[in-house]
């Protein structure tokens, strides 16, 4: 019931955003003198660029602030329920929230959810010199060792040209030559995994316009993927369409074909569950600025006027609204930066409401199906509740891995929660008919997930929380004896 509520506060402010018009000018195109350069076809060092391009590079810098802060989602005030919905996969150990460019090899090497048996893969969306590993390594890129062989590759790629001023690793982090021909400047396409996606949609990103580029270069990473069951490669799960429902299918039907049934086994309800990451491109495609073709470009890379006279693309990809006179004005000049800033925050703020409760319903999922085990319900009624805990907590994940808050698609959004929370709530029903059968006290089992998610909430140490997810009352089902 409160989530129908706030569903339909947020159907109410999404009409009542639709009325702001956009009054979408073309704004001056910044200006480029000669863009050819003199580097190798196969540069992959940040700073090689430096001396070509020094009002690109310098806003490129500024990637690295605010430097040395790394922000777990465990905290109390962004997602503290990760650590029980996450438990017995790496993301119950380590998840951050994002930071710039420039940090991502070092954070990616510093990350507790890389081990020893972490693959290439890892390293996709991470690194320049990734193209030249693939074109190196072929297919074995993709599954060989993250930590023996692809980290010390990579680092050797970039040895001799480190520069204090990018950070760790900051010189071969995603750079120039990720989105651009290092000769030409033009934006290119460097990972195989979207343009193989994208090839079996029909559609030939070699022939994309300029506009759809200025998406399609981000696409490469901002996407929902999984590692394909034969050699771990990066592939990404479109083939029935981007949205939440469309992936589910095709995770539900052609990824089990193949061989991929679930990324990981919850300890608590035994559920075989899938992980979403970062569908920008995916949900931003089909909310109101994709489906009028603003690209991810036109808000996170404005153009600035830096040096008093030229302007430049920025290349401090960030919040837009540490800047929205560039990043929004430029089509909104009816509205005023405070303005705009507060439908963002209006968005968020219902869409992050909304996140609580399906989390908690998943929550509550996870530890009704771990008492219809405990207490021996019917093994065919246990695997009905598993799969809707696996499509509740998906329809939620991935939106919450989506990076907005809401704000990319505030329908899409809803939409997709609404239907977590329908799965969740039905999987609790499932257990509920079957506790009540087996004479179970159902208030007792609630008083029980509370003290047991307020146990997690109060552990300090982030990476412990997890610990606490299951005990005396919620054993770890994949550790029970099967007698
Ligand atoms: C390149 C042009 C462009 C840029 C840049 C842009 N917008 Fe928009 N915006 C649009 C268009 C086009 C629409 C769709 C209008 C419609 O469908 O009625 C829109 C719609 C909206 C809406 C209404 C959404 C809805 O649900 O109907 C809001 C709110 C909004 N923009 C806020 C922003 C903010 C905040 C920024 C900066 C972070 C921004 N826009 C940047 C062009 C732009
Ligand atoms: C994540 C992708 C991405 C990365 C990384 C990137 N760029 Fe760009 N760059 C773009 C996009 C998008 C544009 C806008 C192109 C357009 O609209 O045609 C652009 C534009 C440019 C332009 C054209 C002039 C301008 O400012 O619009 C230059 C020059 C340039 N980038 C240099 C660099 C340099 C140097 C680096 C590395 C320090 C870099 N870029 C890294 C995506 C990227
Ligand atoms: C080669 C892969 C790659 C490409 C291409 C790429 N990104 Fe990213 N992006 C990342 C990674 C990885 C992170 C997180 C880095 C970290 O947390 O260390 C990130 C983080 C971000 C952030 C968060 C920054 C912050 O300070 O929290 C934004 C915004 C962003 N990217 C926008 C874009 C846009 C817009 C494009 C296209 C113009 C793009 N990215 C292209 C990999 C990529
Ligand atoms: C209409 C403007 C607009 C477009 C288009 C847009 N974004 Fe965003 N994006 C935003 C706003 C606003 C936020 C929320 C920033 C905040 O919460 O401070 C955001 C947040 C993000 C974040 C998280 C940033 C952070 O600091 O954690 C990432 C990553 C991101 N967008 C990537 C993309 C990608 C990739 C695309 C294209 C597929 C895209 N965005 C298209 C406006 C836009």
Redesign the pocket.
């Given at each position: 019931m409160k989530f129908k509520l706030s569903l339909l506060l947020s159907l109410m402010l999404i009409t009542a955003l639709s009325l702001i018009i956009a009054a979408c000018g073309s704004p001056e195109?910044?200006e480029?003198r000669d863009?050819s350069t003199d580097l190798s076809e196969d540069e992959i060092i940040?700073h090689a660029?430096?001396e070509?391009?020094p009002?690109?590079?310098n806003s490129?810098l500024k990637n690295l602030e605010p430097s040395g802060k790394v922000t777990s989602k465990f905290i109390s005030d962004i997602e503290p329920n990760l650590p029980i919905l996450f438990n017995n996969y790496g993301f119950m150990l380590e998840y951050n929230k994002t930071r710039g460019?420039t940090n991502a090899v070092e954070d990616v090497n510093n990350i507790k959810r890389i081990n020893d048996s972490s693959i290439g893969s890892c390293m996709t969306c991470k690194s320049t010199a990734v193209p030249l590993l693939i074109e190196e390594m072929g297919d074995d890129y993709w599954g060989a060792s993250f930590r023996e062989e692809i980290f010390p590759k990579t680092v050797a790629l970039g040895e001799g040209y480190e520069v204090e001023e990018l950070g760790e690793y900051g010189h071969i982090s995603?750079?120039?030559s990720?989105?651009?021909n290092p000769q030409t400047?033009e934006?290119r396409i460097t990972r195989p995994s979207f343009v193989n996606a994208m090839e079996r949609q029909g559609i030939d990103v070699s022939e994309a316009s300029?506009n759809d580029?200025?998406s399609y270069?981000?696409a490469q990473c901002h996407v929902e993927y999984y590692f394909h069951p034969d050699n771990g490669k990066v592939t990404f799960p479109w083939d029935n369409g981007l949205k939440p429902e469309e992936m589910f299918e095709y995770k539900e039907n052609q990824a089990i074909e193949m061989g991929f049934d679930y990324d990981w086994e919850h300890s608590i309800s035994g559920a075989p569950m899938l992980k979403a990451q970062h569908p920008e491109f995916e949900i931003s495609s089909y909310g109101p600025h994709g489906e009028a073709g603003v690209a991810c470009?036109d808000c996170h890379?404005p153009?600035e006027r830096t040096d008093g006279r030229r302007k430049?693309?920025s290349?401090h990809?960030g919040s837009p609204l540490l800047n929205p006179e560039q990043s929004c004005r430029a089509c909104h000049s009816d509205k005023t930066a405070d303005e705009l800033k507060d439908r963002v925050y209006d968005i968020q703020r219902s869409h992050l409401d909304a996140m609580d409760e399906t989390q908690e319903a998943s929550v509550r999922a996870h530890y009704y199906v771990n008492r219809m085990i405990t207490a021996g319900a019917p093994d065919e009624k246990i695997e009905e509740a598993q799969y809707y805990v696996r499509k509740g907590q998906w329809f939620w994940d991935i939106i919450a891995a989506e990076n907005s808050d809401g704000f990319h698609n505030p329908q899409g959004g809803m939409d997709s929660m609404r239907m977590s929370a329908e799965a969740s709530h039905q999987a609790i029903y499932i257990a509920s008919n079957e506790l009540t059968k087996l004479d179970e006290d159902l208030e007792e089992l609630e008083r029980q997930i509370e003290e047991t998610v307020q146990s997690v909430y109060d552990e300090e140490d982030p990476y412990s929380k997890h610990e606490h997810a299951t005990n005396d009352y919620f054993p770890n089902v994949l550790e029970l004896d099967n007698d």
């Open positions: 195109e910044p480029v863009i940040n660029f430096k070509d391009f009002l690109q590079y490129y460019h995603v750079g120039c990720d989105c651009h400047m934006l300029k580029m200025r270069v981000c470009a890379m153009y430049i693309s290349h990809w």
